[in-house]
Structures are given as structure tokens and as C-alpha cells.
């Protein structure tokens, strides 16, 4: 399953970037965010915290399970027991959402590079794009819920 995400394939372990950096910039690989970003772009990453995050945001965090750094649309987030949880999850599928939590936060893509364009995501339109996409793949996930119950429900003969 890792290998159909957005993954940072430069200094993609933590620890390796766990300094005192503001920016970073990625090359990525995997299908997950397409058609905003693609295998083979770059982009830029700024340090962020859960509170600076807004829903659409593209989030950049490190799984616990210690592996490559992950980059989805932040769906939401929530305080459980003083912490806070991200829900984020990949445009180009409709999978479960992955479950962030803070401490796994690196930061949010403020811009993506396509050969010799640079695309600015903290731009009034990109944010409302990504809004609108994460109010999709929201409804997507429960309206699959809903048909997937009333399949259920129905008796073949």
C-alpha cells in the first residue's frame, strides 16, 4: 500500500530533517495526489504546527511506523484528550484517511515545481481548491458508507 502514496524520496526519514529548518523542498513519487501534484514534481514544504493548519491544507507528516515522509490534504482535524488529531487523506483515491497525530506533523506544502513552473498553493485560489476538494473527499467516503450499508441491506434471490 505505501507505494501508491506521495511519498519525499530526498531526506525521507525524520530524523534527518528534525533540525532547525524552516523550508524544504522534496521531490515526490507515487500517484496519490494526482492531478495536483504528480510523480516527479517538487515542492516546497514549510515547518508548521496543527493550530496553522486549515482544512485543504497539504500536510507533509512522518508516520509513526518510523517510515518515508507522507504528503496528503489535511480533511480535518479534532482535539482528543488535549492532543490534536489530523485526518488526512490522498486526492486520487478514495481510501480511509490516515490519522495524524501532532507529533507526526512535519509541515504544509506551500508550493509545488513543474519543470520550470512554480506553483504557489498558499495562493487565495489554490486554498480554496484545496477546501473544495477536501469537502469532496469527505462527502465521497460517506456517501460510499451509505451505499455500501443499503447494498447490505439488500437479499439476493
Given at each position: 500500500m505505501a507505494n501508491r502514496r506521495l511519498i519525499v524520496n530526498d531526506r525521507s526519514k525524520k530524523e534527518e530533517i528534525s533540525g532547525d529548518r524552516e523550508f524544504l523542498f522534496f521531490n515526490v513519487k507515487g500517484p496519490s495526489m494526482f492531478p495536483f501534484i504528480r510523480e516527479g514534481d517538487g515542492f516546497l514544504a514549510r515547518r508548521a504546527v496543527a493550530k496553522d493548519l486549515r482544512t485543504g491544507d497539504i500536510i507533509l507528516y512522518y508516520p509513526a511506523r518510523q517510515g518515508p515522509g507522507v504528503c496528503h490534504r489535511l480533511l480535518k482535524k479534532e482535539q482528543k484528550n488535549g492532543k490534536t488529531i489530523l485526518y488526512a487523506q490522498a486526492d486520487a483515491w478514495n481510501e480511509g484517511p490516515d490519522i495524524v497525530i501532532e507529533d507526526e506533523l512535519w509541515g504544509k506544502a506551500v508550493a509545488v515545481i513543474r519543470g520550470r513552473r512554480i506553483i504557489n498553493i498558499s495562493s487565495f485560489e489554490a486554498r480554496l481548491f484545496g477546501r473544495?476538494?477536501?469537502?469532496?473527499?469527505?462527502?465521497?467516503r460517506a456517501a460510499k458508507k451509505c451505499l455500501l450499508g443499503c447494498v447490505s441491506g439488500i437479499k439476493m434471490i
Open positions: 473544495t476538494a477536501a469537502a469532496i473527499l469527505h462527502f465521497a
